[in-house]
């Protein structure tokens, strides 16, 4: 954290005061650098950590350069998973939950009706993978025309995931006139020539790795022959016993070997790889980011930007053979000024991986000795008692500004000709109500669902009930979700 305030940037209250909301206090390094200049719409690419704060380093700037009246896109930003994509679209969306943003995120194996209808209804900001975005495009269901933003997220993922030519292609029909930040954990010379080709002058910031990588973590390695990693892990586990834990493996078969193994010795685990349909990856981090359980056994899906609060130990059942997935795997803890752990198990024959991950990183990493039978003993009863707990569960900081918040659902949409405008005119009127306490609005063919802000919940459900809107008496209650 730095020592500016946000209100030194002279961004809106609006989104000061979802900054407020979720517990933002100041800024951190990357976003103290990286806001001042993109307000004033000048292209950036930024070499920063995954965990520093990137997210809000290009979401405060976007939520504050949208203008709400304009309903096509005007900002697109392209990360290289779905996962990451709905995490962005629902920080944006809290960012700029006083001002009524409104993000969608499009990806892959999610139905493409449903996502072109969300794209026909006001979507300042569209969060997606380049593979689906393409598709849209192609099939018309995405204008591109008003997009004044470009955001490549995790750009050297993008790249290594083979998107490139994607990303150049979408490129080519944005306007030419933008705003472009490019964001990376690494600046290999593809992305480099990248930033080179797209954007016109861009600033260079990059921050130093020191800070995440250093002090917020402490790594360590075992080395351990492959017949002997999983009584390994187990001790380690005991010894650590972790609150919340990601133990990474290389394959989608390990994983599902791992986490059977400790299921049966009574861990509470789940697992998430590129095998499992995309809802139950999205239930299962979910379930994850609660604090519903305390093992989560991953390839490397999970150790893209991913954004869980309080994950105390990351273990790298199998060592990454490539180095930037070592720094993107470790990086899911010690985030946010919190400290964390990160362990590595290396065979012998592995140590060429190791030493180029110690080259990269900057420094060597502890090698320690698998904890002693004693230790193990000693510890055991405490780490019984804790698997025996419901972990304490984790309050999710876009729920929490998201308590004075209630969605109504009205039976009347598109077909009865009802438009934003209409729920608008019409709640303001109501006593006790004003324009800001209305959020986000979403028309359908025939429901509507309407936000509204500052607790006033209750007093304009009430109200509506006997209350027309364009002449019409529409049933309105509480939203399921
Ligand atoms: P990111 O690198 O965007 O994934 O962010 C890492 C974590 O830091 C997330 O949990 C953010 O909610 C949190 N975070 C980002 N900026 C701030 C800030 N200025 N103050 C407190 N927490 C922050």
Redesign the pocket.
Known sequence: ?TNTN?KDFGISYDILRA?KG???????E??EKVIPIALTKRDISVK??????????F?IPICELVDWDENKPQALVLTPTRELAM?VSQ?IMSFGRFKRIKATAIYGKQPFAFQSSELKQKSHVVVGTPGRVMDHIERNTLDLSKVEILVIDEADEMLSMGFIELVESIISHLPKKRLTMLFSATLPKDVEKLCHKYMDNPLDIEIEKTESINQQIEHSVYVVKEAEKYALLKDITIVESPDSCIIFCRTKDNVDKIVDLLHDDGYTVDKIHGGMEQDERFNVMNDFKRGDFRYLVATDVAAR?I?I?RISHVINYDMPLEKESYVHRTGRTG???ELGKAITLVTPYEDKFLAAVEKYIGFNIDQKDAPSKQDVVIAKAAFKEKMTQQPELKVD?NEQLNENITKLYFNGGKKKKIRAVDFVGTIAKLSGVTAQDIGIIKIQDNVSYVEILNGKGAIVLKQMRDTTIKGKLLKVHIANK
């Open positions: 954290m946000f900054l979720l517990g933002f206090t100041s800024p951190t990357v976003q920063s950590q995954t965990g520093s704060g990137k997210t809000a380093a979401g995490q920080d930007g954004d609060d985030r946010a000024g900081k």
